[in-house]
């Protein structure tokens, strides 16, 4: 139940994502295509983007923290290019910098949820 929930925050977030930010492109499919990306990027985001931090923990904390962003843009580039080659489905991230921006929305939703949701366990 717990990833079905934060699936569908990821999902809304994307949506949100794409409707803001320029050069976050979704065609043809829809909510499919933010389904699908939501899905791999719950994945990526619960298995490869902590093995990245773990092994540039020394670049993260000379730049105090800001690489970590640059992780997170390129695990969402990641999960685009697995959603369009592997899933066939139209979400397109033309580049890093709208990658940037589209990873820093997803962060602030998912945590904006995620404090509300510790709020109503008080």
């Known amino acids: 139940m717990k990833f ?11 949506f949100l994502a794409a409707w803001i930010v320029p050069g976050i492109e979704v065609s043809g499919n829809g909510w499919i295509a ?3 990306m939501a ?12 093995v990245l931090k773990f092994f ?26 697995i959603a369009q080659n592997v899933f ?8 890093f910098w709208p990658a940037l ?12 949820f995620s404090r509300e949701k510790r709020e109503e366990k008080k």
Not at 39 to 50: C, D, E, K
Not at 88 to 95: D, E, L, Q, T, W
């Open 4 to 14: 079905v929930t934060r699936w569908l925050v990821i999902m809304l977030a994307l």
């Open 34 to 36: 933010y389904a699908v």
């Open 39 to 50: 899905a791999i990027l719950a994945l990526l985001n619960a298995t490869l983007l902590p």
């Open 56 to 81: 540039s923990c020394g670049l993260i904390i000379l730049t105090l923290g800001l690489f970590s962003l640059v992780l997170n843009a390129g695990v969402f580039l990641l999960a685009s290019n």
């Open 88 to 95: 066939h489905v139209g979400f397109s991230v033309n580049g």
């Open 101 to 112: 921006f589209g990873s820093v929305i997803v962060s602030i939703v998912t945590i904006l």
